[in-house]
């Protein structure tokens, strides 16, 4: 399976088969496909509310340094990571281009 370099270009999406609740400001997403199932923090909360397919990761990467009041130096590889893992587990996708 060809691996995907995801970029903070890129506008992901919560996948079809991703469902999540959040509580307390935490996400738990479950992937239907896999039966498999993370939780996310506040921050990682942060970007999955965000993830529509229309907002780049250097878009949300921003608006997190601002709600946090840090840095976008600190927010871009955090952002990147969680991306990158949320991918990697298939509960996001990006464009049909970049498949």
């Not at 999406?13 to 935490?26: L, R």
């Not at 239907?32 to 923090?41: D, E, F, M, P, W």
């Amino acid at each position: 399976m060809k691996r995907i370099e995801i970029t903070l270009r890129d506008q992901p999406h919560q996948s079809p088969n991703a469902v999540s609740e959040t509580v307390d400001g935490q996400a738990v997403i479950i992937n239907l496909a896999k039966g498999t199932y993370i939780s996310l923090n506040e921050t990682g909360s942060f970007l999955w509310d965000r993830l529509d397919g229309k907002t780049s990761l250097e878009s949300i990467a921003q608006a997190l340094a601002e709600a946090y009041d840090v840095d976008i130096t600190i927010t871009r590889p955090d952002v990147l990571d969680l991306a990158r893992e949320l991918l990697h587990e298939g509960l996001i996708t990006l464009a049909a281009e970049r498949a």
